[in-house]
């Protein structure tokens, strides 16, 4: 604590010459489930969250959307907690929860009061063992008919909404885990039979295959025992492998166009990039940072303010367990084209390439990230949740360290090694998303060497 106090007080240079640590206990109990303490006494406040380790990129072909139709069936109410009163039970307590879905995980949380740690363990205790015991057709139904208003509302209806679902099908070959969408298919989830999702749950849905975390005002000891008490009952299952990805490259760039309802045509570039926290992950986070972030970042400072062609441009590596995605987004200003914004942006990326970013430029990057990863571990939910994700990605939940380390360890030379490895003309998609009926606007084809 002291040492986060003194680096934000004294500013990056302060706090680089100390570790960042996020102390911790591991445990695992005897049906498997993984139990991670932390203690933090500033508050009388306790995180509680799970991670189950299944997310979108488990599911097959035909039968997607299944993780995340679950972050809603879980809240519908388990064997000894009626429909609505998780929420109920929580909110008495002045405690609030929620859960999010990706391709690797779903994860659950809560943040209540210390005294209260006891209800939060029992709901998710009752709803990891006894899920099944009021779960129905109906209420299955019910969620799924949510989760495809969910789909109309945040993609199909939504301008720009379809961009993301068409990346991840043109970039990621059939057969990959990421081919699909997290929110599923329309079809897939219509066609699920009831049998199909309590097989799903009891596949991935058990002690075995999930981590707990207890961040907070906790006595480590006396928390194992509470943690004991409410999830040493549960059966462990089945273990649940992690999906397998199979190599692939683009050898030519591909080309996509979607009309929708917009007024003005975007163009998203996509590259596969390597797995989260495999080398050339940061090197792309920093990338994206001196490309996009803010008003003096290369790319705003040209497409925006000096040539005044795009009315915004935004990059970042989506980093994920069995292959990344680096993803740049400009929507072009009236009366100007893809092509202009494409050409532009090329050449900043072959200027990167050939000359190394500013030691300033990739400093500023650092700093931002060393105060975005202060900043945050000052939220109890938030550390209790970077202590999972460690653990998912690294086997180590106190990697933040390490984690920051892969920053501050970079040169800008590295930086221009990562940006010819992975940013080539030939390796990527180009989706243009136009007005309905106006396909002369896409960005368009050309010859490319490898």
């Known amino acids: 604590m002291i040492l ?31 139990v991670i303490l932390h203690e933090d006494h500033r508050v009388p406040m306790v995180a509680v969250n799970v991670w189950y380790h299944v997310g979108s990129g488990y599911e097959k072909p035909g039968r997607t959307g299944f993780a995340h139709l679950f972050e809603h069936i879980m809240f519908e109410g388990s064997g000894h907690v009626a429909e609505g009163d998780f929420d109920n039970l929580l909110e008495s307590v002045g405690g609030n929860n929620n859960g999010s879905t990706n391709t690797d995980r779903t994860n659950y949380y809560e943040e209540l009061p210390a005294s209260a740690l006891d209800i939060a363990l029992f709901l998710e205790s009752d709803r990891m063992g006894y899920l099944l015991d009021a779960m129905s057709p109906e209420k299955v139904d019910g969620q799924r008919d949510v989760v495809k208003n969910e789909r109309r509302q945040s993609y199909e209806n939504r301008p720009y909404g379809m961009g993301w679902i068409r990346l991840v099908e043109s970039l990621y070959p059939k057969g990959h885990p990421y081919n699909w969408p997290t929110i599923g298919y329309m079809e897939d989830l219509t066609a699920a039979s009831y049998e199909d999702v309590v097989e799903f749950f009891r596949r991935y849905y058990s002690p075995s295959n999930a981590s707990l975390v207890i961040a907070g005002d906790i006595d480590p000891g006396q928390a194992l025992e509470r943690v004991k008490y409410w999830f040493s009952e549960i059966p462990g299952g089945e273990e649940a492998l992690r999906p397998q990805a199979p190599p692939f490259a683009l050898s030519e760039p591909a080309y996509v ?11 998203y570039l996509a590259y596969p990039t390597p797995p989260a926290f495999e080398p050339g992950d940061a090197e792309l986070d920093v990338l994206a940072n001196i490309l996009t972030d803010g008003k003096n970042s290369r790319l705003y400072q040209k497409l925006v303010y000096e040539l005044g062609i795009a009315q915004d441009v935004s990059a970042f590596q989506s980093s994920q367990a069995l292959g990344s995605m680096f993803l740049l987004t400009a929507t072009a200003r009236p009366g100007h084209s893809l092509d202009e914004l494409l050409a532009v942006i090329d050449a900043e990326i072959e200027r990167i390439k050939e000359a190394p970013p500013a030691v300033r430029e990739l400093q500023r990057t650092i700093n931002q990230r060393e105060l975005s990863m202060l900043r945050s571990f000052q939220s109890l939910g938030r550390k209790a949740d970077v202590l999972n994700q460690y653990y998912y990605y690294t086997g180590n939940p106190d990697y933040a360290n390490e984690d920051l380390s892969r920053y501050t360890a970079l040169s800008p030379d590295d930086l221009s090694v990562i940006a010819r490895r992975y940013l080539g003309p030939q390796k990527r998609v180009l989706l243009s998303i136009v007005p309905k009926g106006q396909t002369d606007l896409a960005v368009a084809k050309k010859d490319v060497k490898p």
């Open 4 to 34: 986060w106090i003194a680096a934000l007080l004294f500013g990056p240079a302060a706090f680089s010459q100390a570790a960042l640590q996020l102390p911790y206990q591991i445990h695992t109990l005897s049906n498997g489930l993984t």
């Open 257 to 267: 166009t979607l009309e929708d309802e917009v007024q003005l045509p975007r163009l």
